[in-house]
Structures are given as C-alpha cells and as structure tokens.
C-alpha cells in the first residue's frame, strides 16, 4: 500500500503562485506514473498535470499549460507542483495521484492511490 502526502496548499490572490508537494511512502511500480488531479465545488475532478517518475516526461490539462510546472525529486520521494499565474478558476481542492500504468496519468480510471487533497483559494 502506498500512501501520498500533500502539503502546500493556501490562499492566494490572482495572479500569485503556489508550490504543492506530494511526497510518497514507497517507490513501486504503482508510483511510475505521478500526477495532480482537482475537484471544483460542484465540478468533476479533473487532470491537472502529470510526470512519468523514470524519465521525467510531463504532460498537462490545456487550461494551466504555461503556468504550472510538474516535477520529481527523487532523492525525497516528492512530486512537485509549481503554480504561477493563479487564477480564480483555479480554486479547488488538489489532489495527488500515482498509478502504474501509462502512457500519461491524465485520466481518473488509471489512478491506483489518491492522496487526501489540499485546498487550493484564489481570490480576485
């Protein structure tokens, strides 16, 4: 069993930037694929970006291209999120995820382990 740790999560107003970490219990092959995910009030959740764990390959949701960036540190078991730009539609709880199955982690059905969410607020 793998568990998933976030923190980084706060309020901010529009237009700063926010740094999320997911830091997992164990490196498996269910941890090959890592990504965030978030759920708006009344929204389904959705794919936010995604890293494959080995080679560092990114691939993200069209709607934060250009103003989020994924990354991995290996030595610290943690995915990172950096966000820049933030906008009020940004505001959701966020979600870390791992799963083992490729080729990018961008939908729900390919989740293995979910993290517990970290509340995310832009304000106008």
């Known amino acids: 069993q793998v568990q998933l740790e976030e923190s980084g999560g706060g309020l901010v107003q529009a237009g700063g930037s926010l740094r999320l970490s997911c830091t997992t219990s164990?490196?498996?092959?269910?941890?090959?694929?890592m990504g965030w995910f978030r759920q708006a009030p009344g929204k389904e959740r959705e794919f936010v970006a995604t890293?494959?764990?080995?080679?560092?390959?990114?691939y993200y949701a069209d709607s934060v291209k250009g103003r989020f960036t994924i990354s991995r540190d290996n030595a610290k078991n943690t995915v990172l999120l950096q966000m820049n730009s933030l906008k009020p539609e940004d505001t959701a709880v966020y979600y870390c995820a791992a799963g083992a199955r490729g080729p990018v982690l961008s939908s729900s059905f390919l989740v293995d382990y979910w993290g517990q969410g970290t509340q995310v607020t832009v304000s106008s």
């Open positions: 164990a490196r498996t092959f269910r941890t090959n694929y």
């Open positions: 890293i494959n764990w080995s080679i560092g390959n990114t």
